[in-house]
């Protein structure tokens, strides 16, 4: 059988190797005609999903309500799913791995990149599910949540099957035994591991669903994909997609399974706890993502859950930029993204710039303006920020500015813009707490959404210091260090990677702070609390499936 | 820095892809006088150390004698070990790691190599060692223990290398953001997980302590071995050679630990739940090691346990060679082997052969024949049996034998052979009990020691059946069949690999069952309670170094 994608996959296997940018898809939404029109009928598809059953080829007890609302509209979006009958569904599963696991592992990996395009086709549809289960602007959801996912999605399946071609498939062993030669053939065959059970977050789920699905799949693991009950739509939609690819194929549509729950009576842990659960693939919160890592066993697991980000602003040659850069991140998508920028540690002794030493006082001012200066903006606003996916988080910010009373300052008070196409959307405008080091207790782990500490420190060198201790104690996922001179950066390079983080310098511009690039950037290291693998790299593959033999003498 | 072994590693690398004989040693211990008189002369090396101290660089509190007695002279070794000081030697080993973690990869590497050179240097010498402490023939001491075990941690070097070098150490990566085109240069680092406890068995240490001392080191982790406390002296000679290379180079002799304990006060446990310590290798009883498994995190566990060594016994075209074949395995090292065959089943109609059925009872006659030709023979017994490494494994045996009453027969019941060189040896002939499968309760299970099952059932696919039940609840790891029709075996292939276990077929003639060769045969599939780590795949890699990654804007 001819393959479809192999021109892709060797591209995508050398991208893994060189690093370079490279995908296959569009990066942003069309602005033509016929994009437009496009999106306004993906709109359509999107919302003909509302108040109706989405029935997927699967076992079921049944059809659940999803507990999802729009964080855009206010609504619920009243999409029925079929109700999870955990145990047949790991009954079909086992007997879908019986046939997956026999088809050869190229095949394999050609069917999960035509998953990948069938997804990419439904693009601007998946947007706006995912616009209105997580909150991210409709760009984002079509940059973040779709190209730059489906990238990663890649990046897994190549990492898969270059693992998976080093395996020799046969080997002519041939040894003496005294006097006698002793010639064995033996065959090599790759076995996978079990079910996967696929846990997604609420704000970003397609980033770390597509990876781990190919993971899964490419290496011949049935897949139950858990989505947080509250974002739902995008995993049915992935789910229906793999589904449909495996059915034009004569496969079992069980291989990719989806098991909706409601807030009130989750199943994560009955998932886990099922005696054929081989390999948990979680995102989510550093409490359960710690707590699935030490009871997943039999089952490996892989976790991002999240950490402490942190920005040490020790020098730099263009405090605007700078200071727009940081903004940036504060309110990119409401801060609810695990790269999200949570603190900013200052030198008391004064910022180094090319006008002289600036105050920590008045650099916390400039990122102030900056992030007022999106905030201003309603049309930028909802560019950048969105919405909130959770009433939750709202209520986190509120407790936060009444914990800071007498520890440290509102720099910055959280607030509210107006949507400009949804009014009733649930935003939320960047808060900033001015404190020192002694108010560890408000920033020394992470805080969801868009809280942020601005912390001052007593030096250049006490901030790194600083910097570096959080990140020992609750991990880090994305960190950035200002500076202008480059003995500090190189010493502050040697103290992130010491504490198992990466670093991430002088970095201003277009950019976003939190972009990871797929194929380039090694997204976690796996090394903190902050999550045990990595999007992606050798070790995210290799446990996902074993090699067994057959031996029999030469003929 | 030049490197010593470049020729040398790129050659296992090679062979780790064919799959094809490697060995950069002499496979058999030498019989000219210049060998004989080395062999000699490591026996008088050997015996200088009895009674006296074992001084290694490391942390200690004092001295500790040791629990070892030979099994082949009944004496104590009487060899004092550095008392383990345990936070002080993670303490060590935190430091030792800051510099090695430093040292590129492939200089670690070399150096690895050259440790084993080194070892091999001391090769006739571990031998007396690993006789005295294990029960081994001085030959097996040699082949298994010594270059056997050797290239096991070669493979897992090349393994490590290659892993490494696939890792980029700079990239550069140019993207659009708009009209502003993004160039970051990015620097990668291998960080080494941290300090890993390798935990050895008493009956055959250094098979599975090279491997991964060599897997943790090469990757940049610090080593605390843990032997057993009845079979130290090999991993100290082990950890005082590493210690040696390390010295000569300037490099922290604290990256390689030794952590003797008694059996009477076990510091296993301790030393995995220290906070620092990152990886666990064990390899040992499957109780401890599912404990491991369960309980390791936040470290990380390979095991290597045991299983239900399976031989199904449908036709062959030679059954005395079969029943010689069997009867080695059952004997070699008095199946204290990880590898021994426990298991066999028959047909209850006859076992195919040239000259038609053979009756399972005839068949189990031909198995004990071979093996009374064995026992029978005090030197040919001297050679393939050896000691006892442990009083314990002869009263399990004699329990055995009485539990058998009234649910099978003791078709050779296990004896004693007169040790040509040492009269005072523990020597044990196997035990054969002949059962049906109603008595799983016997031999569901692994059995340590010279115990075997041959158990009758209805026919040949009952029998594979029957094998392919206790694989799937007990594990395996090496598994045969023989058969003289092609469908059987291509059906028992794959009933083996999915139970995930490995099967070799129809293997008669001068190399032992139990061999397992470096470079070629992936020991252990890590899909069954025998153990979830492989001897030598990527997963046993993987996961003992990350990636982290420094990025900023090109120059």
Chains 1, 2 share one sequence.
Not at 368 to 384: E, F, M, Q, S, T
Not at 522 to 533: D, E, I
Request: proline content about 6%.
């Amino acid at each position: 059988m001819s393959h479809r994608h192999t021109d892709l996959l060797e591209e995508a296997i050398t991208a893994c190797r060189t690093r370079e940018h490279f995908s296959p898809f569009p990066d942003r939404p069309g602005k033509d005609d016929a994009s437009l029109a496009a999106i306004d009928e993906a709109r359509a598809a999107y919302e003909g999903m509302l108040g109706g059953s989405f029935p997927l080829d699967q076992p079921s007890a049944g059809e659940l309500p999803g507990d999802e609302v729009s964080p855009y509209t206010g609504e619920a979006l009243d999409i029925r799913y079929p109700a999870p009958d955990i145990d047949a569904m790991f009954d079909a599963s086992r007997r879908a791995r019986a046939i997956w696991s026999r088809v050869e592992p190229e095949r394999r990996v050609d069917l999960c990149l035509e998953m990948v395009h069938r997804l990419h086709d439904r693009w601007y549809e998946l947007a706006h599910a995912n616009q209105h289960t997580t909150g991210q602007s409709f760009s984002m959801s079509c940059i973040g949540s779709g190209t730059n996912a489906l990238d990663r999605g890649i990046e897994a399946v190549a990492y898969a099957a270059e693992a998976m071609r080093r395996v020799p498939t046969t080997g002519h062993w041939e040894k003496d035994f005294g006097r006698t030669t002793v010639s064995l053939h033996k065959r090599y065959r790759i076995l996978p591991r079990g079910t996967a059970v696929v846990i997604t977050c609420a704000s970003f789920p397609t980033w770390n669903a597509y990876p781990a699905l190919f993971a899964n799949l490419a290496t011949g693991n049935p897949v139950v994909i858990k989505p947080h009950p509250t974002s739902v739509l995008t995993m049915a939609m992935a789910t229906q997609v793999a589904q449909q690819v495996l059915r034009e194929e004569g496969l079992p549509t069980e291989l990719v399974q989806l098991a909706v729950d409601t807030t009130d009576a989750p199943i994560a842990k009955d998932l886990i706890a099922h005696p054929d659960c081989r390999i948990v693939d979680f995102t989510g919160s550093p409490a359960f993502g710690g707590w699935i890592e030490a009871n997943a066993h039999p089952a490996i697991a892989f976790t991002e859950t999240a950490g402490v980000n942190t920005v040490v602003l020790a020098g730099t040659e263009d405090l605007q930029a700078t200071a727009a850069a940081i903004a940036t991140s504060l309110g990119l998508f409401t801060a609810q993204m695990c790269t999200s920028v949570q603190n900013i540690y200052l030198p008391g002794d004064g910022v180094d710039t090319p006008d002289g030493k600036v105050s920590a006082e008045d650099a916390i001012a400039s990122i102030v303006a900056a992030v007022d200066d999106i905030a201003a903006n309603p049309r930028r606003a909802a560019g950048v920020m969105g919405a909130v996916q959770s009433p939750h988080t709202v209520g986190l910010i509120n407790n936060l500015e009444a914990e800071v009373t007498g520890r440290g300052r509102v720099a910055r008070p959280a607030g509210t813009y107006e949507h400009p196409e949804f009014p009733e959307a649930r935003t939320c405008t960047p808060s900033i707490v001015a404190v020192d080091p002694s108010a560890r207790e408000l920033f020394g782990e992470e805080r969801f959404g868009p809280i942020s500490f601005a912390i001052t420190c007593a030096d250049a060198d006490d901030a790194l210091d600083q910097a570096i201790r959080d990140v020992r104690a609750s991990g880090a996922i994305a960190s950035h260090v200002y500076a202008t001179d480059r003995d500090y950066l190189d010493r502050a390079a040697d103290a992130y990677l010491d504490a198992g983080a990466s670093l991430t310098m002088n970095v201003t511009g277009p950019m976003p702070l939190n972009f990871a690039a797929a194929y380039s950037d090694y997204h976690v290291t796996g090394l903190s609390p902050a999550g045990n693998a990595c999007l992606t790299d050798e070790a995210f593959i290799a446990g996902r499936f074993r090699v067994a033999q057959v031996r029999e003498p030469s003929a």
